[in-house]
């Protein structure tokens, strides 16, 4: 159980002074984990990204565009919406001797602003200058203030990172409220690490890190932000070796197939495999035929051929007798390694089923009989596969695809369903080198470097959201020679319902053109419906797809050869790359069109250049990380892996490396965190709900 001491930042952020309903759900939409509420913690963990520096008090004309800016104003005019505009934005005119700006107030509080700025009066306006339409304007200005007002404003102030209606005050406000309950922690570092690197206690980096006075404490140098992220870093690294040992520790056992029904399996392919598969596939095996447990990972790029190389896994483990099962993120993924395998696993004679949350009670009990009697061989499910109620009769390998969906916590309890089950981790994103340590610790890895022959190369383009209607007329042409095309319509977190309204708008205008071909995918749809969007798709039956990411994993439709990726400058470089991989499955030439609403800044434009140069999925990886920074590469919002909050690979390498030594020395000294530095140890662990590997020191 999490210590006492701890309860205070587990505690629900929506229980602070000045944290009303309307904040809660914006601090949950930009803070929590999907259907949770914001807690305490992770107010204390936002930490600001940049500061405004208000000593800076240019006139109108000279100052800068999309900076914060502090305006002295005369109030010129108000231009309140009229009538049956009355949802139009509140605007207020403001001047000063060298030229003029609108204040732009959407759902305005007509009162507040009368009182706040009447006309005549000089007021300290700061916000986000922008141009708009060739005019300048501050929407929604976080300060506005008189004489009196502007002489109290701190010279510097913190900037968080915000979500729609949200206002950097709230943050402020909340986060002080989070501070006030913070409370006292023991030291779990080496006192002697710390002084070494100059490094506050935790309570103490927190509060300079919220109250950052220059630019030099926002970045990653700053020491209370190597504070933090040293913290972070030692929770993951100790949790990871807690993991690893536990997992090595537990004996394994021999799974030395005689390779018949591989041999079946390689026969009724109508390809050969590729030199990387079949490395790959003898790395496993040995992993198998020896007495150790198997923790290995396969990396791959999309469309690598990961598939097979995990069903001739399977089938070593079958040939001796024992089960197999490969997990899946989703449902659709599931469904799909099902329909590909049940060929390939019944006609070399092994049983395989489906085994999905939507799968019907009565028939789930069925499933779940024949799997504990030992009368199926292979078993393809969902996250089904780990619930508790679900036992193997002798469970010899456990895969896991795309695992980068899945936390540490799933991929053991897989494992974990067998006597000392070999486990394989198969991703499609391919990770730097210098990342697979730090998620994976030292898990073995194969790396399906070569891409099954015959793929002519994706023709990818990049067009302005302008062009559109050219866009249109080349799906036309494609459709003409019986292509099959998706088009994307991104989903960002900030806005779902806006953005899916997007995506179903794109949906009905195309079938206005195309007519009832074309069919609509989204996050939102019910399961049945949206295996039945896939099918359609999959069989023909619609030629256009409109989606929203769900199809960003894995999904495989060999006919589909033209993408269309509307507002692609919202995407990641790596989130491009996994899309783009829907298409070039077959022998068909395929094209790629980045559709993108410009201007594009320096970043977005970086990364439409990369993807048009290259298909190569690890020069995509390694460009994103030196173009966003580690810490986010596989951050939670890209690929649901969990990420760091405060610690940048990046910017942190050198304190990864004191964390990892220090993790393995504590171990070395107190394997069960049983001593007094261990309790402090434990609590870190919780801190950053590193619950797991506490859990495993208990079962130990
Ligand atoms: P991913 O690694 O993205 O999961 P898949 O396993 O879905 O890739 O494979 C992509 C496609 O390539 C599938 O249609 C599969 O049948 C095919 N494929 C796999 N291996 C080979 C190979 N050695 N030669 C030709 N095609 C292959
Ligand atoms: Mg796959």
Request: aromatic share 4%; charged share 25%; glycine share 8%.
């Amino acid at each position: 159980m999490r210590p006492f001491v701890l309860d205070p930042l587990f505690g629900r952020a929506s229980a602070l002074p000045g944290v009303g309903p309307k904040t809660a759900k914006l601090f949950d939409r930009l803070l929590a984990k999907p259907g949770a509420e914001t807690r305490i913690v992770d107010l204390l963990f936002h930490l600001p990204i940049n500061i405004v520096d208000r000593s800076n008090r240019p006139t109108i004309a000279q100052a800068p565009y999309d900076q914060i800016v502090v305006l002295k104003v005369r109030v010129a005019e108000h231009r309140k919406p009229q009538g049956r505009y009355a949802k139009a934005p509140y605007k207020v005119l403001v001047e000063d001797d060298t030229g003029d700006a609108e204040l732009v107030f959407f759902l305005a509080n007509s009162d507040w602003i009368e009182r706040s700025l009447p006309i005549g009066a000089t007021r300290w306006v700061s916000g986000r200058l922008e141009l708009y339409d060739g005019r300048r304007q501050i929407v929604h200005p976080d300060r506005v203030l008189d004489e009196a007002g502007i002489a109290k404003l701190p010279p510097a102030e913190a900037v968080h990172g915000l979500t729609e209606g949200l206002q950097e005050r709230f943050v402020q406000r909340a986060v002080e409220g989070a501070l006030a309950k913070l409370p006292r922690l023991p030291e779990w570092h080496d006192p002697s690490v710390l002084a070494a690197n100059g490094l506050p206690d935790f309570a103490t980096a927190l509060h300079r890190a919220h109250h950052p006075e220059s630019l030099a404490d926002v970045a990653p140098a700053g020491k209370a932000r190597q504070r933090l992220a040293l913290d972070e870093l030692l929770a993951q690294q100790l949790a990871l070796r807690l993991v690893r040992s536990r997992m090595r520790r537990a004996p394994g056992r021999e799974n030395k197939g005689d390779g018949r029904l591989a041999r079946r399996i390689e026969a009724a392919l109508p390809f050969a495999l590729t030199g990387a598969q079949q490395r790959a596939l003898e790395e496993i095996r040995a992993d198998l035929a020896s007495p150790k447990r198997m923790l290995r990972l396969v990396q791959g790029d999309v469309g690598s051929g990961k598939t097979i190389v995990a069903l001739l896994a399977m089938a070593s483990v079958v040939e001796c007798g024992r089960q197999a099962a490969l997990m899946a993120p989703t449902e659709i993924l599931a469904r799909q390694h099902f329909e590909r395998l049940q060929p390939l696993a019944e006609g070399a004679g092994m049983s395989i089923v489906l085994l999905t949350g939507r799968a019907k009670p009565s028939e789930r009990a069925r499933l779940r009989q024949t799997i504990a009697d030992g009368g199926v061989d292979i078993v393809v499910g969902t996250h089904a596969l780990v619930q508790s109620d679900l036992a193997f009769h002798d469970l010899g390998l456990a895969v896991v695809d795309e695992q980068h969906r899945f936390g540490v916590q799933q991929r053991l309890a897989l494992g974990a369903k067998g006597e000392a089950a070999d486990v394989l981790v198969m991703t499609a994103t391919p990770i730097p080198r210098s990342l697979v340590l730090t998620y994976f610790g030292d898990m073995d890895s194969s790396i399906l470097d070569e891409k099954p022959p015959g793929r002519t190369p994706i023709d990818t383009r990049a067009l302005p959201l302008s062009r559109i209607g050219q866009v249109v007329d080349g799906v036309r042409r494609a459709l003409a020679t019986g292509a099959r095309v998706y088009w994307v319509c991104p989903l960002v977190e900030e806005n779902e319902d806006l953005d899916l309204a997007a995506a179903q708008e794109r949906h009905e205008d195309l079938t206005r053109i195309f007519g009832d071909v074309v069919g609509l995918v989204h996050g939102r749809m019910k399961g049945a419906d949206k295996d039945a969007a896939m099918e359609a798709f999959q069989a023909g039956r619609t030629r256009i797809l409109v989606a929203t990411t769900v199809i960003e994993v894995g999904v495989d439709v060999p006919e589909a050869t033209v993408m269309v990726i509307e507002h692609a400058e919202r995407f990641g470089l790596a989130q491009l790359h996994q899309l783009r991989g829907r298409v070039g499955r077959g022998s068909e030439k395929s094209s790629c069109l980045l559709l993108y609403k410009g201007p594009l800044g320096e970043a977005a434009k970086a990364r439409l250049v990369t993807l048009r140069q290259t298909e190569d999925g690890f020069r995509i990886a390694e460009e994103d990380l030196r173009l966003r920074g580690e810490g986010e590469i596989l951050g939670t919002r890209q690929s649901g892996l969990p990420g760091f909050r405060l610690a940048d690979l990046a910017a942190h390498a050198r304190l990864l490396a004191i964390a990892r030594d220090d993790a393995e020395l504590i171990l070395r000294r107190d394997p069960e965190l049983a001593g007094e530095r261990g309790e402090a140890l434990r609590a870190l662990l919780y801190l950053f709900e590193r619950d797991e590997a506490v859990r495993l020191l208990r079962a130990g």
